[in-house]
């Protein structure tokens, strides 16, 4: 199994809805990361969590709040968004995060498209 | 800071080689990665390069490194349709304490 799934694929939510992005991989990897990828941009790294502990916060506002309660999973919890939250976000696995200088391939998902009205 | 470039749209016509370039600025650079991103879908790693190699075949794919000038290439040969997509090219650097930083993708269109 070399996959990450990402469950809702689509999202459509009101700025004063509570909502939560789930990701889930089975590949025993022990990194996971949120990436946030507007129309014709490439990814931007929000969040990276290593052995289950926060490593990396690329200064996302607290409207964002990351979850990881065991190895495999990995949520987004959304609450208070703004219109300009609007984008696609992709969860990612791999093997170990070391911050660089390692061969750390990256497993993503397929996204979850996230339209805030 | 670091910074990876690609010019942004590639069209060439089924059968024939397609070259994506990527540059970048990071003299530090260790791996550097070809992923693919088709419509709607996340990305798909291709193909990766140690920055001790200058070349690296995998079937149709080709890449190629040149440290010096911090270019980096990717060919495809006998280009089918289904290789339409956006190909970013991404960097991690040594020692570092951050993720991959990726460019600003090529969208490779493939005419029949």
């Known amino acids: 199994d070399t996959e990450v799934t990402q469950t809702p694929k689509h999202l459509v939510m009101g700025m004063t809805n509570k909502k939560s992005l789930k990701c889930e991989q089975h590949?025993?990897?022990?990194?996971m990361y949120w990436y946030k990828q507007k129309a014709k941009k490439p990814p931007e790294l929000m969040f990276v969590y290593s052995y289950e502990k926060l490593s990396i916060n690329e200064s996302v506002p607290s409207r964002f709040s990351p979850e990881c309660p065991n190895s495999s999973l990995l949520n987004l919890h959304l609450h208070a968004l703004q219109p300009e939250d609007s984008a696609l976000y992709l969860c990612?696995?791999?093997?170990?995060?070391?911050?660089?200088?390692?061969?750390?391939?990256?497993?993503f998902g397929s996204g979850t498209q996230l339209s805030v009205l | 800071g670091e910074d990876v470039e690609q010019s942004l749209f590639l069209s060439v016509r089924e059968g024939d080689s397609s070259v994506i370039n990527c540059t970048y600025t990071d003299s530090s650079s260790t791996y550097l990665y070809w992923y693919k991103q088709e419509p709607g879908a996340g990305l798909q790693l291709l193909t990766y390069i140690f920055s001790n190699m200058d070349m690296k075949q995998d079937q149709r794919l080709t890449v190629l490194l040149n440290k010096k000038d911090k270019h980096l290439s990717l060919r495809i040969a006998d280009t089918q349709t289904g290789d339409s997509a956006i190909y970013f090219c991404?960097?991690?650097?040594?020692?570092?304490?951050?993720?991959?930083?990726f460019g600003s993708g090529t969208r490779l269109q493939v005419q029949p």
């Open positions: 590949m025993g990897h022990r990194a």
């Open positions: 990612a696995s791999s093997q170990v995060y070391t911050g660089g200088g390692t061969n750390e391939k990256l497993f």
């Open positions: 991404a960097e991690s650097e040594t020692g570092g304490r951050r993720a991959l930083t």
